[in-house]
């Protein structure tokens, strides 16, 4: 008798999330190019630092995805500062 007869629940396959380094397309990058240029680099890491925090505060600073939470606010802050100046595409 398999688990689904028995009525037995099966536990959902883990999500995958995307690694922004691998994930990141390719007009991202480009904006973060174009951002980079216009933007003071010391102004930037600010907005990055502010918003990675402010992610890790929503998960309740659990360890481990530090890094990710930095990745993932450099990608915003980016689209961001990219539709700011006009560079979104």
Same mark, same amino acid.
Do not use: H
């Given at each position: 008798m398999t688990a689904r007869q028995r009525g037995?629940?099966?536990?959902?396959a883990p999500t995958?999330?995307?690694?922004?380094?691998?994930?990141? +397309?390719?007009?991202a990058i480009e904006e973060a190019h174009a951002v980079a240029a216009l933007v003071p680099p010391e102004a930037? #890491?600010?907005?990055i630092a502010e918003a990675a925090y402010y992610r890790?505060?929503?998960?309740?600073?659990? +360890?481990?995805r530090e890094l990710d939470d930095w990745f993932e606010a450099e990608m915003q802050i980016d689209?961001?500062?990219? #539709?700011?100046?006009?560079?979104?595409s």
């Open positions: 037995v629940a099966r536990k959902a995958a999330v995307p690694d922004p380094l691998i994930a990141a +397309p390719a007009d930037r #890491a600010q907005m890790a505060e929503a998960r309740g600073f659990e +360890p481990g689209r961001l500062l990219a #539709a700011e100046l006009g560079l979104a």
